[in-house]
Nanobody
Framework: QVQLVESGGGLVQAGGSLRLSCAAS????????MGWFRQAPGKEREFVAA????????YYADSVKGRFTISRDNAKNTVYLQMNSLKPEDTAVYYC???????????????WGQGTQVTVSS
């Protein structure tokens, strides 16, 4: 069992930065790949980024590539999403999730956090 708690969301102007954190409970955190997803009002949940259990491989949606960076610290049971050059279209609730094998398809993820709101003003 893995419990996930996101933090770091907020209101930021376009062009600004935020860093999201996702703290995990449980001794098996390091055995899971982790992903970040987001969901805007009226839209489907979409993949943002994922990282392998070791942190050695990372994957990004085209819409965030070059602006967002996913990382993890297994000693702290935490995964991060550094978001730079934010745009109004990045506005959404951001969720972290855990999966046994890294994936960009949200139905494959086993555990989810409650989400954190990110709002980017123009």
């Amino acid at each position: 069992q893995v419990q996930l708690v996101e933090s770091g969301g907020g209101l930021v102007q376009a062009g600004g930065s935020l860093r999201l954190s996702c703290a995990a409970s449980g001794r098996t955190f390091s055995s899971y790949a982790m992903g970040w997803f987001r969901q805007a009002p009226g839209k489907e949940r979409e993949f943002v980024a994922a990282i392998s259990w070791s942190g050695g491989s990372t994957y990004y949606a085209d819409s965030v590539k070059g602006r967002f960076t996913i990382s993890r610290d297994n000693a702290k049971n935490t995964v991060y999403l550094q978001m730079n050059s934010l745009k109004p279209e990045d506005t959404a609730v951001y969720y972290c999730a855990a999966v046994r094998e890294v994936s960009s398809w949200f139905p494959e993820y086993d555990y989810w956090g409650q989400g954190t709101q990110v709002t980017v003003s123009s």
